[in-house]
């Protein structure tokens, strides 16, 4: 599929590509629910999207989940005023479901230098889960900080700026139906 700035949702901007397109994300979309299904067979499990980035991915995700669950949202804050990440991170938004003694699946919508990942994991783990995963759309492993794996991935990226399905460029383009590359 080859997007142009004739798609008007792209704000007369040109993609360099179309990198994953609507079909293939529903598809794999649909095997990630396949496998989180099968990896909690029992137990409460909270599906934890990570805002804002995660929500498009998050909604498609938990219907394909054929097992009782329930959802909630974080919202972290690392960067401040500066365009590159402090590494201190704060929850600006803490969910408010309980934690404790539940299966919790932080879900992310790109992995890339995982700072905020690190942070988040080590407050949650602080809540008592009964375990805790990571389930990111995308991967572009370069996090070399990250200290906890990544459960399930949905594509091993490609080192470009990604936009769509959720992923934004100053707020714009997160309601692409597919990923593209920016030019």
């Known amino acids: ?10 704000q007369g901007r040109d993609v360099r590509r179309i990198v994953y397109s609507e079909p293939h994300l529903a598809t794999r979309v649909q095997e990630i629910g396949t496998e989180i299904t099968t990896a909690y067979p029992d137990g409460e499990l909270l599906v934890l999207g990570l805002l804002k980035g995660s929500f498009i991915f998050l909604s498609d995700l938990v ?8 959802v909630d949202f974080l919202v972290a804050s690392s960067y401040g005023d ?9 929850l600006v938004y803490d969910p408010e479901t309980e934690l404790e003694g539940k299966h919790i699946l932080l879900v992310e919508d790109i992995v890339d230098t995982g700072r905020t990942l690190n942070r988040l994991m080590d407050l949650l783990w602080a809540r008592k889960p009964r375990s805790l995963e990571i389930c990111a759309l995308l991967h572009k492993h370069i996090a070399k900080e990250l200290r906890y794996p990544t459960r399930f991935i949905g594509f091993d990226a ?13 707020e714009n383009f997160r309601h692409l139906p597919y990923i593209a590359s920016l030019r």
């Open 1 to 10: 599929m080859h997007a142009t700035a004739a798609d008007p949702r792209l």
């Open 63 to 70: 219907r394909q989940i054929r097992r009782p669950l329930q």
């Open 82 to 90: 500066s365009t590159v990440s402090s590494g201190n991170v704060r």
């Open 158 to 170: 490609p080192n470009e700026f990604l936009v769509g399905y959720g992923l934004d460029h100053a």
